[in-house]
């Protein structure tokens, strides 16, 4: 064990765990800490938009994931006005497939490996306060434990204590009105991908693990909660939400069988939050979070966890991370305002040109991703 680690990474999903693969890999000390453990779920619809694939392949693990079970996913179906086009993954950045894995075995895979790159992994552990010296952050304290570093990571998402603890200012909020409710299905033939957006919402199938999909619906969170006053549960309250924004989806979930009690989230806000001060930085939803109509949490994980290793790996100083979040701000800029223009749930014509415009830049940004060249 790391009893003088370079770095302390708190919290072990996908950004956290990423960086600390990341890291170990390059050299350097790391201590991984998680008050979970794993395998473990978290709220998550769990699809990997292309720039996250790109980097799975990149750094050795997207043939891990498929060996999983999670299935390759070739093809995307978006409906809009009773119309439906089914596009195959064409090969970009060297990569031909989408996949959706379940956040219990994604993260429990890159918690392996960031153990095998020699990181020192704690889960069941909680850290409840940083340790400074003067005006930098040094370590990190909890019940039962007591470990200093000169750089500690916030990889503990969107509550997460390292950011409050800091004292991370938010510098850019925007509204948060979307909503989002989920439950797997199965028993069901899964061909793809399929997006269906009609008034007021965006419904989905992600296919996974155990021949289920991920089947899920978006909208503003004012008209869930109505949906939800005259239900008698969150399980009916999806139903009728598919069953209005989505009826032939609805009409085939019949054949199968719903498999898990529905999850929500709503209000989730849009934010950004300074990534770096004295002797700390944040990554993942720590320090930047979106509405999840854009599916894109993971892939933004990895490409943050990139960027931060990267600095980390340059020397890691005030300059260096100062440089990350330039970057970060930089590459987060495009889907963000994407994003929240989507989560506004505008007509249906412009929402599917949002959703066009959403898919030059993934293509742009998985392009980017496969030319790096760690």
């Known amino acids: 064990m790391h009893t003088n680690p370079d770095v302390i990474v708190v919290g072990a999903r996908a950004a956290g765990a990423s960086t600390a693969m990341l890291l170990a890999r390059r050299g350097h000390r790391v201590a991984l800490l998680d008050r979970a ?61 989408l996949v959706a894995p379940r956040r219990y075995v994604l993260d429990s895979l890159l918690v392996d490996a960031a153990r095998e790159a020699g990181a020192d992994v704690r889960t069941g552990v909680r850290v409840t306060e940083v340790i400074r010296e003067d005006d930098r952050v040094c370590g990190v304290r909890g019940p039962d434990l007591e470990l200093r570093a000169p750089l500690v990571i916030g990889a503990d998402g969107l509550g997460s204590t390292i950011a409050r603890a800091v004292g991370a200012e938010t510098i850019e909020q925007r509204a948060a009105n979307g909503a989002g409710v989920y439950a797997y299905y199965g028993g069901i033939p899964w061909d793809g991908i399929e997006l269906i957006a009609s008034a007021g919402a965006l419904a989905g199938v992600f296919p996974t693990h155990h021949g289920e999909a991920c089947v899920w619906v978006c909208m503003p ?22 069953l209005h924004h989505a009826p032939e989806l609805s009409a085939r979930l019949l054949a199968g069988h719903r498999r ?6 709503s209000r989730l806000p849009n934010y950004i939050r300074r990534a770096h001060g004295p002797g700390w930085a944040l990554v993942g939803d720590a320090g930047y979070h979106r509405d999840p ?22 020397g890691g100083s005030d300059e260096d991370l100062a440089a990350y979040q330039r970057r970060r701000d930089a590459a987060l800029r495009e889907v963000f305002e994407i994003t929240c223009a989507l989560a506004d749930y505008p007509p249906v014509p412009e929402f599917v040109a949002l959703q066009k415009r959403l898919s030059v830049a993934l293509d742009v940004e998985a392009e980017a991703l496969g030319t790096t060249t760690h």
């Open 37 to 97: 453990e794993f395998p473990s779920d978290t709220i998550s619809t769990h699809q990997i938009a292309r720039s996250g694939v790109v980097q799975l392949a990149r750094w050795g693990l997207l043939d891990a994931v498929l060996a999983s079970g999670a299935p390759a996913l070739r093809s995307v179906t978006f409906t809009a006005a009773g119309m439906s086009i089914t596009r195959p993954i064409k090969d970009k950045a060297g990569v031909d497939l």
């Open 221 to 242: 969170a004012d008209d869930f909660r109505r949906l939800r006053r005259h239900h008698p549960s969150r399980e009916a309250a999806l139903e009728a939400a598919l």
């Open 260 to 265: 898990s009690p529905a999850t929500g989230m």
């Open 293 to 314: 109509v854009t599916g894109h949490g993971i892939s933004d994980a990895f490409r943050d966890a990139e960027l931060l290793a990267d600095a980390v790996d340059a």
